[in-house]
């Protein structure tokens, strides 16, 4: 596991057991989801926009400045789950943004991830210190987008909030029967079932 990206990731043995990146997806329904996207590139948050609702994600807010951004946090906060902002926004207007989510109350569960388009180290580095949970490299896959619901599981739990309802039924069942093991650097989470780690 790639220990500088949080991501929860599955295992499964030779014969197919264990709980799959497959299955877990099939369990989660991804349009009970907010997601407020800030990007002033229009291209980009149509391709974005795009991504997204191939990706089941239907509740969807476009913005295109900090300003707009800002307004639509104290309107619509309490429904908003994830946050998606372009990184190469002047550098004050991300820290801007990433300080009012972190330093409120009630906004710091709202999981705050920067899309990159140059592998800009200094960049990333100052907006993970400011409070962005993750970081991804544009143009996006939807593999990266179908993981985003992770963000809003494990800045819930971390806070100690009761967790979104954004599981299918038969999920309870699913993880009845795994364990949860936490990588050495603490962010990432596997999902492996028991009679796989009995072998191991």
Known sequence: MDKGKQVVSARSDASGNGITNKKIHAFVDRSKLKILLCDSNANNCREVATLLQRCRYQGL???GSTREAIYVLNSEGASIDIVLAEADLPM?????VLKYITQDQELQRIPVIMLVAQDNISMITKCLINGAVDYLMMPLGSNELLNLWTHVWRTRRLLGLPEKNIFH?????????AIYVGDVSGKGVILQDEASSSHK
Not at 169 to 177: G, H, K, P
């Open 169 to 177: 039924s038969d999920f309870e069942r699913l993880v009845a029967s």
């Open 61 to 63: 807010t476009s913005v």
């Open 92 to 96: 004050a207007n991300c820290i801007k």
